[in-house]
Nanobody
């Protein structure tokens, strides 16, 4: 059974930084692309960033490009999201997920029951 455990969220002032972690078990981590997503109340969950299994290629959604960086450590079966220059509009619950392709993450073609608990990020102005 796949388990995704997000951590690292918190309350930070605008302009600050946070590093989120996603610990994964139950799959061959290096064989899967990893992605970060977020959801704010009243809105659909949206894709934020994704990275292929080798870590050599990644894709970031336009609103976070240049501020957020996704990475992974295959030896630790963990994915990360470094978030810098945070803005109040980044406030959301952040989730990670795994898929066989980066495309599946970008279009969010993921099983409905595959999501973890997420981690809350709150950015104050």
């Amino acid at each position: 059974q796949v388990q995704l455990v997000e951590s690292g969220g918190g309350l930070v002032q605008a302009g600050g930084s946070l590093r989120l972690s996603c610990a994964v078990s139950g799959l061959t981590f290096r064989s899967y692309a990893m992605g970060w997503f977020r959801r704010t109340p009243g809105k659909e969950r949206e894709f934020v960033a994704g990275i292929i299994g080798s870590g050599l290629s990644s894709y970031h959604e336009d609103s976070v490009k240049g501020r957020f960086t996704i990475s992974r450590d295959n030896a630790k079966s963990t994915a990360y999201l470094q978030m810098n220059s945070l803005k109040p509009e980044d406030t959301a619950v952040y989730y990670c997920n795994a898929a066989e392709s980066l495309h599946s993450l970008v279009v969010m073609d993921l099983p409905p029951d595959s999501w973890g608990q997420g981690t809350q990020v709150t950015v104050s102005s």
